[in-house]
Nanobody, 120 residues
């Protein structure tokens, strides 16, 4: 069994910063890619940032230059540093980990989400 837990969300004024963290635990052999997704009310979930096990990153255009994704493979942890936040960044942010378990099963593990609210 694998658990994914996000933290670091909250309420911030426009222009402010937040840092999200996500840690995966359980019967993990290795984690391939990790990513942050978000879902705003009435909208579909979208990929915000993605990082491979080797550290290659990509971002949705709307956050390029403002958000930075990083990971600590030894800790099975991924971070999302968010700066210059805008009201349109308001959403529930979800962590995703592409897990290979100790039994060599592969699946996508999701966290429960953390709310980010940016006030204008």
């Amino acid at each position: 069994q694998v658990q994914v837990v996000e933290s670091g969300g909250g309420l911030v004024q426009a222009g402010g910063s937040l840092r999200l963290s996500c840690v995966a635990s359980g019967s993990i052999f290795v984690i391939n890619a990790m990513g942050w997704y978000r879902q705003a009310p009435g909208k579909q979930r979208e990929l915000v940032a993605h990082i491979t096990s080797g550290g290659t990153t990509n971002y949705v255009d709307s956050v390029k230059g403002r958000f930075t994704i990083s990971r600590d493979n030894a800790k099975n942890t991924v971070y999302l540093q968010m700066t210059s936040l805008k009201p349109e960044d308001t959403a529930v942010y979800y962590c995703n980990a592409q897990v290979v378990t100790s039994f060599q099963n592969k699946f996508d593990a999701w966290g429960q989400g953390t709310q980010v609210t940016v006030s204008s």
